[in-house]
Every structure is written in structure tokens, then in C-alpha cells.
């Protein structure tokens, strides 16, 4: 079982309504199609040589590094995910029904210094018209796919969508497992572009409104990328398996605060009867040391939020045993540091009777 994540080392996005601004340092990443004139009003944000068009298409590119790319490719075995994650900030004007695409960029691109309200506008990295600081059309988008402004970046290859209805949480978690394979494989790593589909972008009275934590949000909720892979073991040796729900879990080995720098870290997990069975022994019946059923998982909640950051998952969090005990390793270089985090454990006994356990087993990361 391993979960990993990685944050991004670049971000920005990237508007038709304004071609040469710059908003690499904002806050806030947009996926929005505000082609409705009759619904916003441009009045106090047109900056002076502001293309004045009835397109407003609003695309978010993210980048991760290659160091970080080729980490997670040393770490994966086995069969694997890769998965998008972006948490929303707010939205309007949302249809019961909608999609996003992540696609994968085809040219490297500068994240610059700038953000949206930034007066006169920055114009020193990604742009609609530009991949780096617009100067001439010499250096524009190569094969951009547009509405009426050209530009908007450009991309190859495979893409990801995700659907939403009314009921479901609005934040993107898709599946990228095809676009990080073609990294892994030799392709360019230019990143992704999150934007509505073409057939929103090009209506004319489209007038929808995305709005994302980027990398550079002071919350708890960056972007991330999430690789999930399954690289559990179960070989209990002569360590017999708990059979009932009157047991104790506890986890010896949690120190309580752990580096940011720290890349993995492996949770003993001891389990023993509570009511063991009497016998003639030369020690405590009370010590015995027991492994967890093979149907065990982990999940990981953020304490002050509550915020689920790894849920209990029967592929990837799968808890290992050997002939110690019950274990299971965790990443921790996608935590933020100072926060705290609680560890949940869940075991399906083999009565079939699912049993979660929650013993405030807390943990620190610490810069």
C-alpha cells in the first residue's frame, strides 16, 4: 500500500478577456467560461489595452517537477494511479450537470510573478497570447486552441474528463494515470491544463465559474498530485490473527512529530486480545503480540479540519504484515507541515464484521 503526493512548482492561469496579463503568484486558479456580457460586468476590470471581445475563457495550467516525476517513478511497483486533485474555493452559476477536462500542455511555459489585480497588469511569464513574457506573435502559443482570441496554450496526446451532478463534492479529483505513464515513458513534461469543454468555451452566452486553490493558497488544500500504488505484504509467520472485536490496537513506534523532510516512515501496529484465553506460561498472556486480518486499512484525516486526506481504500491502503506485526508505511513529503494529523485504522474480522478504530493515535509534521 503506498500513497504519495506532490505539489505543484508552478501554476497560473491563463485569460482570453486579458492575453498578456499574468497571474502566476495568485492565490486563486480559474476554470470559468464568462462569455455572457450580460452577466458580468467589465466596467472595473478591463486594464488599460485590454482586448475587448465577447470571449472570456478562463484555463488553469499546473506544473510538477521533473525531480519530483522521475521520485515517484523510482518509488511506484506494481499496478498504479495517478490522480489530479483540486480543491475548490468557490463557484457560480453551475448547471445540475457539467464537466472538466485535464489535459496534457505540449510547451514549456514561465509561471511569472504576477496576480489578477495586479495594476498595470504583470506581463512577465504565461499568458493567453504566450507560453513565457508575450513580446511578439514569434513567441506565442504553437497550434493554440481558441474561441475568438487565439492562444490559450496547447496540448497532445490523451486527456482526462471528470462529470459532476448537483449532489456530487465539486473539487476535481481525476484519474492522469495515461498522461504521467507518457512522462514516464520519455514524453515532455509541460503539465496540465484544467478548462471547461469546447463546445462551453465557444457558446456565446456560456457563464460558468471555477475557482481553485493554487499551490500558492495559505490554506490547506494546494493542488496536488496523488500516485497510489499497491506494494502491501501479509505474512503473519507464527503470529496468530485477531478473531474477535475484543482486542487493542495501540502504535508504540509513533515518535508524535515527524521532519516534512522525512520521505517514509513505517507504523507498527500492536494488537492483542483483550480478554486472552488462560494458559500455563512463563510469561504475560497480556504481551502477546497478535497480526491484524489481512481485509486491514489505514486512513489519514487532517485533526483541526477533519478533512479526509487519505481515505480508507481497498487497494492502496492495504495494511502489511510480517512475522513482527501488523504494519504499514506512509509518505509524509505531501503533508503540510505544522499540521496535525490522526491515524484511523479499520479491520474486517473474519466473522465478516467490520470494526474501525479510532484511538487518537496523532501524529506532527514539523519543518
Not at 130 to 143: E, F, G
Not at 221 to 240: I, V
Not at 357 to 365: E, G, M, R
Given at each position: 500500500?503506498?500513497?504519495?503526493?506532490?505539489?505543484?512548482?508552478?501554476?497560473?492561469?491563463?485569460?482570453s478577456r486579458f492575453?498578456v496579463?499574468?497571474?502566476?503568484?495568485d492565490e486563486?486558479?480559474?476554470?470559468?467560461?464568462?462569455?455572457?456580457?450580460?452577466?458580468?460586468?467589465?466596467s472595473?476590470?478591463i486594464?488599460?489595452?485590454?482586448?475587448?471581445?465577447?470571449?472570456d475563457l478562463?484555463?488553469?495550467?499546473?506544473?510538477?517537477?521533473?525531480e519530483?516525476?522521475?521520485?515517484?517513478?523510482?518509488?511506484?511497483?506494481?499496478?498504479?494511479k495517478?490522480?489530479?486533485?483540486l480543491?475548490?474555493a468557490?463557484?457560480?452559476?453551475?448547471?445540475t450537470?457539467?464537466?472538466?477536462?485535464?489535459?496534457?500542455?505540449?510547451s514549456?511555459?514561465?509561471m511569472?510573478t504576477g496576480?489578477?489585480?495586479?495594476?498595470?497588469?504583470?506581463?512577465?511569464?504565461?499568458?493567453?497570447?504566450?507560453?513565457?513574457?508575450?513580446?511578439?506573435?514569434?513567441?506565442?502559443?504553437?497550434?493554440?486552441?481558441y474561441?475568438?482570441?487565439?492562444g490559450g496554450?496547447?496540448?497532445?496526446?490523451?486527456?482526462?474528463?471528470?462529470s459532476?451532478?448537483?449532489k456530487?463534492?465539486?473539487?476535481?479529483?481525476?484519474?492522469?494515470?495515461?498522461?504521467?505513464?507518457?512522462?514516464f515513458?520519455?514524453?515532455?513534461?509541460?503539465?496540465?491544463?484544467?478548462?471547461?469543454?469546447?463546445a462551453?468555451?465557444?457558446y456565446?452566452?456560456?457563464?460558468?465559474?471555477?475557482?481553485?486553490f493554487?499551490?500558492?493558497?495559505?490554506?490547506?488544500?494546494?493542488?496536488?498530485?496523488?500516485?497510489?500504488?499497491?506494494?502491501?505484504?501479509?505474512?503473519?509467520?507464527s503470529?496468530?490473527?485477531?478473531n474477535?472485536?475484543?482486542?487493542?490496537?495501540?502504535?508504540?513506534n509513533?515518535?508524535?512529530?515527524?521532519k516534512s523532510?522525512?520521505t517514509?516512515?513505517?507504523?507498527?501496529?500492536?494488537?492483542?486480545?483483550?480478554?486472552?484465553?488462560?494458559?500455563?506460561?512463563?510469561?504475560?498472556?497480556?504481551?502477546?503480540?497478535?497480526?491484524?486480518?489481512?481485509?486491514?486499512?489505514w486512513?489519514?484525516?487532517?485533526?483541526?479540519?477533519?478533512?479526509?486526506?487519505v481515505?480508507?481504500?481497498?487497494?492502496?491502503?492495504k495494511?502489511?504484515?510480517d512475522?513482527?506485526?501488523s504494519?504499514?508505511?506512509?509518505?509524509?513529503?505531501?503533508?503540510e507541515?505544522?499540521?496535525?494529523?490522526?491515524i484511523l485504522?479499520?479491520t474486517?474480522?473474519?466473522?465478516?464484521?467490520n470494526?474501525?478504530?479510532?484511538?487518537?493515535?496523532?501524529?506532527k509534521?514539523?519543518?
Amino acid at each position: 500500500m503506498a500513497i504519495y503526493k506532490i505539489f505543484p512548482t508552478a501554476d497560473a492561469t491563463v485569460y482570453s478577456r486579458f492575453p498578456v496579463k499574468n497571474t502566476g503568484l495568485d492565490e486563486i486558479l480559474e476554470v470559468s467560461a464568462k462569455n455572457n456580457p450580460t452577466l458580468v460586468d467589465y466596467s472595473v476590470d478591463i486594464n488599460p489595452g485590454a482586448i475587448i471581445t465577447n470571449d472570456d475563457l478562463r484555463r488553469a495550467l499546473i506544473l510538477f517537477s521533473d525531480e519530483d516525476i522521475n521520485t515517484i517513478k523510482s518509488y511506484r511497483t506494481g499496478s498504479w494511479k495517478a490522480g489530479l486533485k483540486l480543491y475548490l474555493a468557490n463557484a457560480e452559476n453551475l448547471s445540475t450537470t457539467y464537466s472538466l477536462e485535464v489535459r496534457q500542455v505540449s510547451s514549456s511555459w514561465q509561471m511569472g510573478t504576477g496576480k489578477y489585480t495586479d495594476f498595470p497588469e504583470t506581463v512577465n511569464g504565461v499568458s493567453w497570447f504566450s507560453p513565457n513574457a508575450y513580446v511578439t506573435a514569434s513567441n506565442s502559443w504553437a497550434n493554440a486552441s481558441y474561441f475568438l482570441t487565439p492562444g490559450g496554450g496547447n496540448w497532445t496526446g490523451s486527456f482526462s474528463t471528470q462529470s459532476f451532478t448537483y449532489k456530487d463534492a465539486k473539487d476535481i479529483n481525476v484519474e492522469v494515470t495515461s498522461i504521467v505513464n507518457s512522462w514516464f515513458s520519455g514524453s515532455q513534461n509541460s503539465g496540465f491544463i484544467v478548462k471547461h469543454p469546447t463546445a462551453v468555451e465557444n457558446y456565446s452566452a456560456s457563464f460558468v465559474a471555477l475557482n481553485f486553490f493554487s499551490v500558492d493558497t495559505h490554506t490547506i488544500y494546494p493542488t496536488t498530485l496523488e500516485m497510489k500504488w499497491d506494494d502491501s505484504s501479509y505474512t503473519t509467520g507464527s503470529l496468530s490473527v485477531i478473531n474477535n472485536n475484543q482486542f487493542i490496537l495501540s502504535l508504540d513506534n509513533n515518535v508524535g512529530n515527524y521532519k516534512s523532510d522525512t520521505t517514509k516512515y513505517r507504523f507498527r501496529i500492536n494488537a492483542r486480545d483483550k480478554y486472552p484465553a488462560r494458559t500455563f506460561t512463563t510469561s504475560s498472556i497480556y504481551n502477546v503480540n497478535k497480526a491484524l486480518s489481512q481485509a486491514s486499512y489505514w486512513s489519514l484525516y487532517d485533526l483541526k479540519s477533519e478533512e479526509v486526506i487519505v481515505g480508507f481504500d481497498t487497494t492502496y491502503t492495504k495494511i502489511s504484515c510480517d512475522a513482527t506485526s501488523s504494519y504499514f508505511d506512509l509518505y509524509m513529503t505531501g503533508l503540510e507541515p505544522e499540521r496535525y494529523y490522526k491515524i484511523l485504522i479499520k479491520t474486517v474480522l473474519p466473522t465478516g464484521e467490520n470494526i474501525d478504530v479510532d484511538n487518537n493515535y496523532i501524529f506532527k509534521i514539523i519543518r
